[in-house]
C-alpha cells in the first residue's frame, strides 16, 4: 500500500480545481486558510459588488425631494460548532449581518426582517473569528436605506417603498439591478462613478410579490401569480409561465432556492377570504380584525424541466419536503437541513406572519420598533411561526424551541474566540 500523503503536498492544480468549486467567498476565505501551500495556491478572492454604494433618491417629501441613500448586502450565515456533524451535541445557528464600509465591519441584522438590530444581546461577542466555526454561506440580500445629515445611515429603517431588491449575478462588471417599489417592477443599472441612478418601469399594469436570481435571470412573480424568468443581462423574457393557482390575486408568494433547484411557495388566502384581503394602495394583505386567528394553508412549487422544446421549464406541486425545512419573508428566504438537529423532522415551512392590521393604519399608529431590551418583537407577538405541510398544522415558533434556538437569541458558544478576528 503506498504511503499516504499529506493534504498539504495535493498537487496545485488539483487544488485550484477545488477552489474553483467553491460557491462563496467565505468558503474560499476558509479553503485559503489551511495552510500555506493552499493559501499560495489560490488568489484572494474578490470582495462582494461594490457596496454600500451611495446614491441620490427622489422621494415624495415636497420639504426635502431628493435624499441621499446607500445601497446595502445582507448575508444569513449558519454557523457551526466544530464537529457539528460528527458530534450530535453540537450546535448551530443563524446569523444575518449587514456589511459596511469599514472591512470586517458587520451590523447584526433582525432574522425576521430587514431592520437593524437596535438593542444588541448581552452575549453577543464584539468579535467573531470564523476559523474557529463551520461558517456556511445561505442567501443575500440587499436593502436601501436612508442616510442622515451627517453621513451616516439610519440603522433602524429600511426605505419604505422598495419592497425587494436583486442586483445581477455578474453585477460586478454589468451594475445591473431589479427592485420592486410600490409593487411596480423597475430595472436600473447602477454606476459607482455617479450618485444618480434612473429607474425604468419594467410593468406597472400588475403589483409583483417576490423576486430573486436563479440559473443567470432575474424570476419574478405577480400578483395574479404569473412567473416571468428574464435574462439578467438583456432584460428579455426567456421564460412565462401562467398563474398555478385558481384564484390568483388572494396568495402571497416566495421565492425559494434549495438543493439547485427553485421553488415557490404560496400561502393560499382563499380559505379566508373575508378575514384577508390585498389592498393595493399599501402593497399589503390587510385584515380587519384586531386578533384575528387567520387559518393557514400553504403549497410549494418546483420548477423542473418539461421535456418540451417550446417551454423548457414547468412547475409541479410537491407535498414533502424531506429532511428540509423553508424560510420565507417579505425579504429574504431559505432553505437548510434538519436531519443534523435533534428535535427537527423537517417538511415544514417557517414564515413570518406579515398580514397587517386596517385599524392600525386609519389611526395612523407606528410599527412597534423590531426588537427592545426584551427580545424581537415577532417572537413575542406570535408572528414567526411553523408551517407543517404533512399535517398542514401551524403554530408560533416559540412553541418549537429545537427550530427557535437556531434563530434567536444568539447562543453563548459564539463567545469562544481564540486568535485574531476575522469578522
Known amino acids: 500500500m503506498a504511503p499516504c500523503r499529506s493534504w498539504s503536498e495535493l498537487p496545485k492544480e488539483l487544488i485550484s480545481y477545488i477552489a474553483k468549486c467553491l460557491d462563496t467567498r467565505t468558503d474560499v476565505l476558509r479553503f485559503r486558510a489551511v495552510c500555506c501551500s493552499w493559501r499560495a495556491s489560490v488568489p484572494l478572492p474578490p470582495k462582494s459588488p461594490k457596496l454600500p454604494m451611495h446614491f441620490s433618491l427622489p422621494v415624495n417629501d415636497p420639504r426635502k425631494p431628493i435624499v441621499s441613500a446607500v445601497i446595502s448586502q445582507t448575508v444569513v450565515y449558519r454557523i457551526a460548532q466544530p464537529g457539528f456533524h460528527a458530534h450530535p451535541n453540537r450546535k448551530s445557528c443563524f446569523i444575518r449581518v449587514e456589511e459596511t464600509e469599514q472591512e470586517n465591519k458587520l451590523r447584526l441584522v433582525n432574522p425576521f426582517s430587514e431592520r437593524l438590530i437596535k438593542h444588541m444581546p448581552a452575549n453577543f461577542p464584539k468579535e467573531i473569528n470564523h476559523l474557529n466555526f463551520r461558517v456556511e454561506e445561505l442567501t443575500k440580500g440587499f436593502s436601501i436605506r436612508i442616510l442622515k445629515d451627517d453621513g451616516s445611515s439610519d440603522l433602524h429603517d429600511n426605505i419604505f417603498w422598495t419592497r425587494k431588491l436583486k442586483l445581477a449575478s455578474d453585477f460586478d462588471s454589468s451594475y445591473k439591478a431589479i427592485s420592486i417599489s410600490s409593487g411596480k417592477l423597475r430595472r436600473a443599472r447602477l454606476n459607482t462613478y455617479t450618485t444618480d441612478i434612473h429607474w425604468c418601469s419594467l410593468d406597472t399594469e400588475v403589483h409583483y410579490r417576490d423576486i430573486t436570481n436563479f440559473d443567470g435571470k432575474f424570476f419574478m412573480v ?202
Open 222 to 423: 405577480n400578483n395574479y401569480g404569473v412567473i416571468l424568468g428574464m435574462d439578467e443581462s438583456f432584460y428579455t423574457l426567456d421564460e412565462v409561465h401562467t398563474s398555478l393557482e385558481q384564484k390568483d390575486w388572494e396568495c402571497e408568494r416566495y421565492f425559494v432556492e434549495s438543493c439547485g433547484h427553485l421553488y415557490l411557495v404560496v400561502r393560499d388566502f382563499l380559505i379566508c377570504p373575508t378575514l384577508v384581503q390585498y389592498n393595493y394602495t399599501l402593497d399589503a394583505f390587510m385584515t380587519e380584525a384586531k386578533d384575528a386567528n387567520v387559518p393557514v394553508k400553504f403549497k410549494v412549487y418546483k420548477r423542473i424541466p418539461s421535456g418540451d422544446q417550446r417551454s423548457r421549464f414547468c412547475w409541479v406541486e410537491v407535498n414533502d419536503l424531506g429532511d428540509r425545512a423553508f424560510f420565507v419573508s417579505t425579504d429574504c428566504s431559505f432553505s437548510f437541513l434538519t436531519r443534523d438537529y435533534t428535535g427537527c423532522g423537517g417538511n415544514c415551512i417557517i414564515y413570518v406572519d406579515e398580514i397587517d392590521n386596517v385599524e392600525r393604519f386609519r389611526k395612523f399608529e407606528p410599527i412597534e420598533a423590531d426588537n427592545d431590551k426584551e427580545g424581537l418583537k415577532q417572537l413575542k407577538n406570535g408572528k414567526v411561526r411553523l408551517y407543517n405541510l404533512a399535517d398542514q398544522s401551524s403554530a408560533p415558533l416559540a412553541l418549537f424551541p429545537h427550530y427557535l434556538d437556531m434563530f434567536w437569541p444568539p447562543p453563548t458558544w459564539l463567545k469562544w474566540d481564540q486568535g485574531p478576528s476575522n469578522a
